[in-house]
């Protein structure tokens, strides 16, 4: 087939496509966030799930059908989806199900720098780890067929250098002939009961067993010749830095990271004089050839943090670990020029609210020249740790604070916290800002259930926040546009400071972004 250029989003996608992936089902998180977008415009079916736990059940149903599916998010995203991805472990699929989870070593848009390595030795799912973006076609391929013949979940794990960096790739012809969906009652199999789940354990143990003998012999791990004086244990991007750092070392590429190939790994050792291993955040594959027996170098604990490069490789394998040269300073980044949350914002200040805030392009009001958010966790938790606060604060700072979510991240994981919120109502009551720019804009302008358009931009149906809070029962509700009507928005603000009742406002005007991109009338959430 025709050589392409591809980022490594669009080649797996691609690579999904041509899998024949019957559904895809993800959550808008940089850096995984176009991959769905991509398999959609190509011709695959694609869904914006509310959150990724959702949308991991939902390619798991698919799974169960008989038929392939996938799920994407990013690093932090397999947090949220975690019940999901350990109890499939146990049950298996029919057909087939891949987890693409996108880490973000370096911090470039997300608040940790956790590594999937290790969900997939918790879980006990096999995970593959692509160099460039025809690995990242090639991997997605191979983890369909992985995850169809061991009826198992599989990990592919990318990072923000490989999603959005773009290599040649010569595609394959699509796989043909796959089965129809189709269910197959299996009771044992398909309800986790104690029961049932323990026989499972043991069968999830012997395919593990299994799948880390073929990678021993057959799996995507490649072997490159050169000096006997230093040999380099690599997986990931981390092997494109190698080559050009060292290009004469004795490298052995380890494409699927679990279960490692590990008396391939200590035979590799063994054939060189140096023995380093070069890996981006945690010490894992290093750690595991050590218990196993092994002698190997891995990088020093500052190397731990951030992104590896050429230079960074180079000072590894001279056992340089002086500081590193502070990089210079840039522009921090700021709401655009009009955002409506601006002025959503600057009231909040000028009413010295203790604002615990969420995740979405409203976070940098935490930054200069606002600064006007005090907490960011997680998704969803500006209602528990406002809730919290309140509930524990004398009154007089109580009273200050109020918690702030986006329209997408409401859906995600504030329904929950809404409903703490009406059921365990502190002294003082509690405010709620929901903050409706009708996207889910941080990430790319991905549509939502509240957007009323499904993730190919056509109508679907659209959640009204204003029904939600009543069926909760919360007794003051208001909707403001923030920019039309500032001064009615920072009257309701103040009077929903003074009482001790529940009060959710719903800031609504869409994003600036929003109205050129999908056609949303300014003041309103319809095209």
């Known amino acids: 087939m025709k050589r392409q250029f591809l980022m490594g989003n669009e080649a797996v996608a691609l690579g999904a496509l ?38 991991a059940e939902v390619a798991l149903g698919v799974s169960f059908a008989g038929v392939r599916a996938f799920t994407t998010m990013k690093h932090v995203g397999l947090n949220v989806a975690a019940d999901v ?98 269910f197959e009652r299996n009771i044992p199999y398909h309800v986790m009961v104690p029961g049932h789940a323990r026989p499972a354990h ?91 027996g092994g002698i190997i170098e891995s990088a020093p604990e500052m190397y731990r943090f951030g992104e590896l490069d050429v230079k960074r490789v180079k000072r590894i394998l001279a056992h340089d670990s002086t500081p590193e040269a502070v990089p210079p300073r840039g522009k921090p980044p700021q709401l655009c020029a009009g955002c409506p949350h601006t002025v959503t914002f600057e009231i909040l200040k000028r009413h010295n609210c203790i ?36 509930h524990v604060l004398p009154r007089e700072e109580a009273k200050r604070v109020v918690s702030v979510i986006g329209d997408s991240t409401f859906v995600h994981s504030g329904l929950t916290g809404l409903a703490e919120m009406a059921y365990n109502v502190p002294p003082t009551g509690h405010v709620l800002l929901i903050l409706d720019n009708s996207t889910t804009a941080m990430t790319g302008q991905q549509e939502h259930p509240g957007t009323g358009r499904l993730l190919d931009h056509s109508p679907a149906n659209q959640l009204d926040y204003e029904t939600v809070v009543r069926a909760m029962n919360v007794p003051n509700i208001g909707v403001f546009d923030p920019v039309r009507q500032p001064g009615e928005f920072e009257k309701a603000l103040a009077e929903a400071l003074e009482k001790d009742e529940l009060t959710v406002l719903i800031v609504r005007r869409p994003c600036i972004l929003a109205v050129a991109r999908n056609g949303v009338k300014p003041g309103t959430t319809e095209g």
């Not at 592919?156 to 969906?181: F, Q």
């Not at 010749?225 to 590429?253: C, M, T």
């Not at 380890?254 to 004089?273: C, E, H, N, W």
Request: charged share 20%.
């Open 202 to 292: 043991h069968r999830l143990r012997k395919k593990l067993a299994e799948i880390a003998e073929w990678n021993e012999t057959e799996g995507p791990n490649q072997k490159i010749s050169g000096s006997k004086n230093l040999g380099i244990l690599v997986s990931g991007v981390a092997y494109q830095h190698v080559r050009e750092a060292s290009p004469d070392a004795s490298v052995f590429k380890i494409g699927m990271s679990y279960p490692l190939p590990v008396r391939q790994m200590l035979d590799f050792a063994a054939t060189v004089k140096r023995a380093v291993v070069i890996e981006e955040n945690d010490p894992y594959m290093a750690d595991a050839v050590r218990a196993a």
């Open 355 to 390: 604002v615990a805030g969420d995740i979405g392009c409203y976070t940098l009001a935490a930054l200069q020249p606002l600064a006007a958010m005090d907490t960011q966790i997680c998704m969803g938790a500006s209602l528990g740790v406002g809730l919290g606060l309140r």
């Open 85 to 182: 991805l350990f109890t499939a472990a146990y049950s298996g699929v029919d057909g087939a199900l891949v987890f693409i989870v996108a880490d973000d070593p370096g911090l470039a848009s997300s608040q940790d720098e956790q590594d999937t390595r290790r969900y997939a030795v918790a879980a006990g799912v096999p995970l593959v780890e692509p160099s460039d973006s025809q690995e990242a076609y090639d991997f997605t391929r191979l983890a369909f067929e992985i995850s169809e013949r061991w009826k198992i979940p599989v990990i592919i794990k990318l990072t923000t250098r490989i999603c959005h960096s773009g290599t040649i790739v010569v595609p394959r012809k699509p796989d043909r002939d796959l089965p129809k969906a189709h």
């Open 18 to 55: 041509h899998a024949g992936a019957a559904r895809g089902a993800g959550y808008p998180g940089t850096p995984s966030s176009e991959i769905l977008d991509v398999f959609n415009r190509l011709g695959g079916k694609a869904e914006w799930a509310p959150n990724e736990k959702v949308a």
